[in-house]
């Protein structure tokens, strides 16, 4: 386990996942935070972007006149098309998700469980509209679902809990969570500490209510 | 045979009221925004629409809603920055709402087209969106029975139709327009342009024209 002495800023946190996402992947990366891990992937490494609304090697966003109506990201933001790119309707979009196609999806969580079960798509406050879009299908379909995350909420509270208060998108799903503290390795039964932010694991095991191992 | 069809007000005659209507479109890309406003001028009411959001700003779906012929919603995600007819409407408890992760949105349209009676898929399985549903674990996994949507129209927005009906569509605005074609009774699509038979590379087809019964050419 490597100590680092201060926390992440949301920046380094982007580049830290994109660091750890292998050459040659096939990567969906969800609508807000994770967005920004494409601006740290390295164009050598072939890492291909998949967007839910049918569209193998999206590009970086478009502006002025590469804006075209009919080329948009997830989150209905004009982007651009790369060199080797495909398109496909939405049954093979989702198909490509279910069916394990995809190396690694990265979403943004309301809380995380020691055991990988996710919670990301609803407060379950009685006001709130349900909307869901393609999170449930990324929890259960990519080979690897990284997640990345401040630790703790607005009120201090831990977002990598013993079980998800907040209604589930998919069970036992993560297998990595990158946040501003610490990055946990998920594994099912154990979370790995295979580095810490600005904090030790001596205080993140007395403020987290999940067993942690160290790893080698 | 297909129909092209003289203008959107042809295209869109004969919907009943209380017919379900999927409409094409992630956003704006591939939203038939003029078969929907002429739906609109029509006035046919207590619809059943599926669609993957709830409308954005003040047109297009958003519009429809606003007039209150929609009286139920199946999408994947109504709740959006632009989304203000929709949450207003839904405050009021003056339209019904269906969320459906986005996966099993399509799948379930897919399936209606392919004639497959239901699915079991591991989207859903032990999320809240799975209550009531028949749950089965198979090899292992927890998976969810979803049933297929059938609808009676399908409107539709592609780029280029020849006479034949045959479609092709442009970048990411295919999205739900190839399969909500095959999913219901009436399948209209607009379309940019409409090309004589034999033009389109029969290798490019997206949307063969069995699937396709009225086309109509829109701005």
Redesign the interface.
């Known amino acids: 386990m490597i100590e680092h002495p201060a926390p992440l800023t949301r920046v380094e946190l982007a580049r830290l996942v994109a660091r750890d996402i292998p050459p040659n992947s096939y990567v969906n990366l969800g609508i807000g935070q994770p967005t920004a891990v494409a601006d740290h992937l390295d164009p050598a490494h072939g890492v291909v972007l998949h ?5 193998l090697g999206m590009g970086p966003h478009a502006h002025g006149d590469d804006v ?5 990201n997830a989150g ?1 933001t004009p982007v651009t ?1 790369l060199p080797g790119a495909s ?5 093979q ?3 490509m ?2 069916g394990g196609h995809l190396d690694v999806c990265v979403l943004g969580a309301f809380q995380v469980a020691g055991d990988g079960t996710l919670a990301n798509w ?1 407060t379950g406050a009685p ?1 709130a ?9 990324l929890a ?2 990519a080979k690897d679902v990284f997640v990345m995350m401040t630790l703790f909420d607005k009120t201090g509270a831990p977002k990598l809990v013993r079980e998800c208060t907040y ?5 036992r799903c993560v297998s990595r969570v990158y946040t501003d503290q610490a990055v946990f390795h998920l594994d099912g039964d154990r979370v790995l500490v295979t580095e810490t932010y600005g904090t030790t694991m001596s205080e993140l095991s007395a403020r987290l209510d999940v067993p942690l191992t160290t790893a080698p | 045979m297909v129909e092209i069809a003289p203008d959107t007000d042809t295209a869109v005659r004969g919907i009943a009221a209380g017919s379900t209507v999927l409409i094409g479109g ?5 939203q038939p925004y003029a078969l929907i406003d002429a739906l609109r001028r029509v006035g046919t009411g207590d619809l059943t629409v599926v669609n ?1 959001n709830a409308g ?1 700003g003040s047109t297009g779906l958003a519009a429809l809603l606003a007039t209150g012929q929609v009286r139920k919603i199946i999408c ?5 920055v632009d989304s203000y007819v929709f ?1 207003e409407l ?2 009021e408890g003056r339209i019904e ?1 269906e ?6 949105l ?2 379930r ?2 399936a209606a087209g392919a004639g497959i009676g239901a699915f079991y ?9 799975a209550e009531g549903k028949e749950a089965r674990v198979i090899d292992g996994r ?1 998976h969810v029975l979803e049933y297929p949507i059938h609808a009676d129209v399908a409107l539709i927005r592609a ?1 280029t139709a020849d006479e034949a009906g045959n479609l092709v ?11 909500m074609a095959t999913a219901a009774r009436l399948t209209i699509a607009e379309v940019t342009r409409v090309v004589p038979v034999g033009t389109l590379d029969p290798e490019t087809v ?1 949307t063969p024209g069995i699937y396709v019964d009225r086309v109509v050419v829109t701005a």
């Open positions: 967007t839910e609304n049918g569209m075209d109506p009919d080329l948009l209905k098309e398109y496909f309707d939405h049954a979009s989702f198909a998700m279910r609803h006001d509209i349900p909307a869901v879009g393609g999170a449930m299908d259960v379909g209604p589930v998108t998919g069970l | 992630f956003g704006p890309a591939g993957n954005n994947s995600f109504p709740r959006q949450e839904y405050a709402l969320v459906a992760p986005q996966g099993n399509a799948e349209i897919r898929t591991p989207t859903g399985a032990g999320t809240m969106l927890a780029h569509y442009r970048k990411t605005g295919r999205n739900f327009g190839p399969i997206v």
